[in-house]
C-alpha cells in the first residue's frame, strides 16, 4: 500500500521559514516525479514544486521560485521542501504528490500539512 506522509507544517511570522517532508513508502519511486501542491481556502489547489525521483530534476512554481527549494533523499524515501522568506500568502494545506512518468493517470497523494504565516 503505497503512503505518503506529510510532516513539518506549523504556524510561523512572515519572513520565517519551514521545512516540510514528505515520506514516502510501499512501493518503488523511480519512475516517479514527487511534487507539493498548496491549496488554501476558498481556492484551487496549485503547484508549488517538484522533482524527479530518478534524474533530480526539479521544477518550481514562479510564486516560490528563489524562496523554497525542494530535496530527495532517495535513501530515506524523503522529498523536503525548505521555505524560506514566508508570505502570509503562503498560508495553504500543503499535500505531497507522487506521479508516475510511465502512466501520468498514475498518482497517489498524502493527507496534507497545515502551513500558517502570520504577518
Known amino acids: 500500500q503505497v503512503q505518503l506522509v506529510e510532516s513539518g507544517g506549523g504556524l510561523v511570522q512572515a519572513g520565517g521559514s519551514l521545512r516540510l517532508s514528505c515520506a514516502a513508502s510501499?512501493?518503488?519511486?523511480?519512475?516517479?516525479?514527487i511534487g507539493w501542491f498548496r491549496q488554501a481556502p476558498g481556492k484551487e489547489r496549485e503547484f508549488v514544486a517538484a522533482?524527479?525521483?530518478?534524474?533530480?530534476?526539479?521544477n518550481y512554481a514562479d510564486s516560490v521560485k528563489d524562496r523554497f527549494t525542494i530535496s530527495l533523499d532517495a535513501a530515506k524515501n524523503t522529498v523536503s521542501l525548505e521555505m524560506n522568506s514566508l508570505k502570509p500568502e503562503d498560508t495553504a494545506v500543503y499535500s505531497c504528490?507522487?506521479?508516475?512518468?510511465?502512466?501520468?493517470?498514475?498518482?497517489?497523494w498524502g493527507q496534507g500539512t497545515q502551513v500558517t504565516v502570520s504577518s
Open positions: 504528490n507522487a506521479k508516475s512518468i510511465m502512466l501520468v493517470t498514475l498518482e497517489y
Open positions: 510501499g512501493r518503488t519511486f523511480s519512475t516517479y516525479a
Open positions: 522533482i524527479s525521483w530518478s534524474g533530480g530534476n526539479t
